[in-house]
């Protein structure tokens, strides 16, 4: 089975940036659809923030475009997510997910948590104003 573990969130200033970062076990991640979601509160459905795909395919929720950048190291099987300009509103607990059958045919339904197999745990990020 798939793991994957997520890392690098913690508190940051508004205006601020921070790096997440997803390692992958048993397949590299350039074998997979990969992508970053987020759930601001426990009450709130999941949100999909940007996938990537190992042709290099990438999508982004309009709410990130410009200020959260998604790449890949296939060489370290490690995924990253780089946040720019954080707003308190982008405290939230942070997760990756990969799937094996995803690509980019789906389009925007590749931001539905719906569509994804397996998660790790989550890393918290806050913004403090």
């Known amino acids: 089975e798939v793991q994957v573990v997520e890392s690098g969130g913690g508190s940051v200033q508004s205006g601020g940036s921070l790096r997440l970062t997803c390692s992958v076990s048993?397949?590299?991640?350039?074998?997979?659809?990969m992508g970053w979601f987020r759930r601001q509160a426990p009450e709130k459905a999941r949100e999909g923030l940007a996938?990537?795909?190992?042709?290099?395919?990438?999508t982004y929720a309009d709410s990130v475009k410009g200020r959260f950048t998604i790449s890949q190291d296939n060489a370290k099987n490690t995924l990253y997510l780089l946040m720019n300009n954080l707003e308190p509103e982008d405290t939230a607990m942070y997760y990756c997910?990969?799937?094996?059958?995803?690509?980019?045919?789906?389009?925007?339904?590749?931001?539905?948590?719906?569509?994804?197999?397996?998660w790790g745990q989550g890393t918290q990020v806050n913004v403090s104003s």
């Open positions: 997910a990969a799937d094996e059958l995803l690509d980019p045919t789906y389009g925007e339904f590749l931001l539905d948590p719906s569509m994804w197999t397996y």
């Open positions: 048993k397949y590299t991640s350039s074998a997979l659809c």
């Open positions: 996938t990537i795909y190992k042709d290099g395919s990438i």
